[in-house]
Structure formats: C-alpha cells, structure tokens
C-alpha cells in the first residue's frame, strides 16, 4: 500500500528541491513536479516528491484524520 501524506512547505532550496514540514518533523523534498511553489503553501508527498498543491483545509482535515487512526491502532495494540 502506498500512502501520500500532506505536508507545508517551509522552505525553498536550490535545484528544485524544499523543506516540509510534517506535524513538526522537517522533511527536504523534491518539488520538480510543481510550478510557482511559495513558503506556507500545503503539498501531498509521496516517496520524497511533490506530487500536487493542496488546500491548507483539506490539508488539515487529513493530517487529523491520520493522527485519530494512530491513536486508534495504538489503543487497539496495547
């Protein structure tokens, strides 16, 4: 199963390269395939590239929805 997760750009690098950041864990990244990219701008990652903007919204709606389900699978573990 693969899983694209979103993530805020908070930095642009050289060579079509950015830093993300991931509920607070920093990530560089490819942004090869995405045009006119700016710093607070949300993307959906996939194995270290930008695939696609997305709304800070649904960004956060989905960030939430992924930190319910860890928390679920972790009381269902324990």
Not at 40 to 49: E, K, S
Request: aromatic share 4%.
């Amino acid at each position: 199963m693969c899983l694209a997760i979103p993530a805020e750009v908070t930095k642009i690098l050289p060579d079509e390269m950015a830093v993300v950041s991931i509920d607070g864990v920093s990530k560089e990244i490819s942004i090869a395939l995405i045009e006119n990219l700016a710093i607070g701008d949300y993307v959906i990652i996939h194995v270290g590239y930008a695939l696609t903007k997305i709304d800070p919204e649904e960004a956060r709606r989905t960030l939430d929805l992924l930190c319910e389900f860890s928390a679920e699978r972790q009381e269902a573990v324990q």
